[in-house]
């Protein structure tokens, strides 16, 4: 086969399971899509353990622990796949910054910044207990449909490990939700809870990418992309508000 007739048969709803028979121009983009999940998961779990001393209980200090190690793991299971593509893992294990942020009233919208390729919405400074169970919330509902598109790849181990780690990703939204529903029965945590939404909502939804993208129909022609942007982000934003309403928060 020639690699065009590997992309007609993507195209068309073809699978693919080896490193061996992907063209080059589907390993690029596959191992960037890889790479911007996995730097993700290691900014967000990086991110996140600096919160978990600000956690008000026992029981939110183990929900907030299981996220920094669930996330760690989760880059891990996908960094494998990396490697058999040849990528050198062992960059890895060194240090990286993951938990360097910017400042908190910078505006970097959807672009990526620094030495890795994390979505810009973990470059930004998390403040406090309340700021990072509505972030975790807001970023847990995003990832929840993006996961659920990434499971669609036409790469099947990876759209097997993206299965796998679905419901953990989405249990990590849903303890966000618990967190944040005994936070906003006070007054003060109401308050605190709607300043951070403001703040984070539209950091969030910038990580859907841009409308009508040229990207996404290379992608879809590659097989890795099947929904577009504005529909992921439509399914957020419905999602976000079905949330924010049952708690009073909008």
Request: proline share 3%; aromatic share 6%; no cysteine.
């Amino acid at each position: 086969m020639t690699d065009m007739s590997i992309e007609d048969y993507l195209a068309h709803g073809g699978k693919l399971s080896s490193p061996g028979n992907v063209p080059a121009r589907y390993r690029g983009e596959l191992l960037r899509l890889m790479a911007s999940f996995v730097d993700s998961e290691l900014a967000a779990s990086a991110g996140f353990a600096d919160t978990i001393n600000d956690a008000p209980g026992i029981k939110s200090r183990i929900a907030a622990a299981r996220i920094v190690l669930e996330k760690a793991d989760h880059a891990e299971r996908v960094l494998k796949i990396m490697a058999e593509f040849g990528v050198d893992t062992a960059l890895y294990e060194g240090v990286h910054p993951w938990a360097a942020r910017l400042a908190r009233d910078a505006d970097i919208g959807a672009t990526r910044q620094g030495g890795d390729m994390r979505l810009s919405v973990f470059h930004y400074p998390l403040e406090g207990w309340v700021d990072a169970v509505v972030m975790n919330v807001l970023q847990g509902l995003a990832a929840k449909v993006q996961i659920g598109e990434m499971a669609q790849v036409s790469y099947q181990p990876l759209a097997e490990v993206f299965r796998a780690i679905a419901p953990i990703e989405a249990r990590h939204a849903e303890l966000g939700l618990e967190g944040l529903a005994h936070l906003v029965t006070s007054e003060e945590g109401h308050e605190a809870a709607e300043s951070s939404i403001a703040y984070w909502r539209p950091r969030v939804a910038a990580g859907f990418g841009a409308a009508n993208s040229a990207r996404f129909e290379r992608l879809s022609r590659l097989g890795l992309r099947h929904r577009t942007n504005e529909a992921l982000l439509a399914d957020w934003t419905a999602a976000v508000e079905t949330h924010l309403a049952d708690l009073t928060l909008i």
